[in-house]
T-cell receptor, first 112, second 115 residues
Framework: AQSVTQLGSHVSVSEGALVLLRCNYS??????LFWYVQYPNQGLQLLLK??????LVKGINGFEAEFKKSETSFHLTKPSAHMSDAAEYFC??????????FGTGTSLTVIP | ETGVTQTPRHLVMGMTNKKSLKCEQH?????MYWYKQSAKKPLELMFV???????ENNSVPSRFSPECPNSSHLFLHLHTLQPEDSALYLC??????????????FGPGTRLTVL
């Protein structure tokens, strides 16, 4: 079975500081992992995905994530937070039958 | 219209009402999904349609009834709902059956309030 765990339901960073959102996965097969972002009153938008190619994946809006098999992690980072990054972030793993399993989300607050 | 659209964006209904949520995808995908998003809970997959055929029904109460008349349209029919059904209902689509790993594209959701 596949699942993801997001550590920290709320993260606050200062504008310009490093953003680090944590995601650990559980999968009995090589995982396909995703990060989505959700802005208020909107649906989920794909930030980036890992599909067993490069372990460091670059996404939109300056975000990237590194797949670490030894740590079963897929943490999301951005070197310098911007006010517009304030949103809810979801990690997801693709399971069998093309089902996606989402984490509970991390709310990112950016302090000016 | 582009991407995945959902109507209405907001819906308030009584417990005895019957209403329907509509989803349309303009991406040429062959799979569509309904999710329920409640506060402080993971997204809950409700229904999956591949090539217009329902392939997943994750123990959803019968007061929720999906309909997929074609690969571009998906409905969620609602009747005799409970207040705990109040949530954001998200529709998504993806392309399945190819060798690439394809993400799901989401609509903006319908915010449902059951009084």
């Amino acid at each position: 079975a596949q699942s993801v765990t997001q550590l920290g339901s709320h993260v606050s960073v200062s504008e310009g500081a490093l953003v680090l959102l944590r995601c650990n996965y559980s999968s009995s097969v090589p995982p396909y992992l995703f990060w989505y972002v959700q802005y208020p009153n909107q649906g989920l938008q794909l930030l980036l995905k890992y599909t067993s190619a490069a372990t460091l994946v670059k996404g939109i809006n300056g975000f990237e994530a590194e797949f670490k098999k030894s740590e079963t992690s897929f943490h999301l980072t951005k070197p310098s937070a911007h006010m517009s990054d304030a949103a809810e972030y979801f990690c997801a793993v693709r399971g069998t039958g093309n089902q996606f399993y989402f984490g509970t989300g991390t709310s990112l607050t950016v302090i000016p | 219209e582009t991407g995945v659209t959902q109507t209405p964006r907001h819906l308030v209904m009584g417990m005895t009402n019957k209403k329907s949520l509509k989803c349309e995808q303009h991406l040429g995908h062959n799979a569509m999904y309904w999710y329920k998003q409640s506060a402080k809970k993971p997204l809950e997959l409700m229904f999956v349609y591949n090539f217009k055929e329902q392939t997943e029904n994750n123990s959803v109460p019968s007061r929720f009834s999906p309909e997929c008349p074609n690969s571009s349209h998906l409905f969620l029919h609602l009747h005799t709902l409970q207040p705990e059904d109040s949530a954001l209902y998200l529709c998504a689509s993806s392309q399945v059956g190819t060798t690439s790993i394809n993400e799901q594209f989401f609509g903006p959701g319908t915010r449902l309030t059951v009084l």
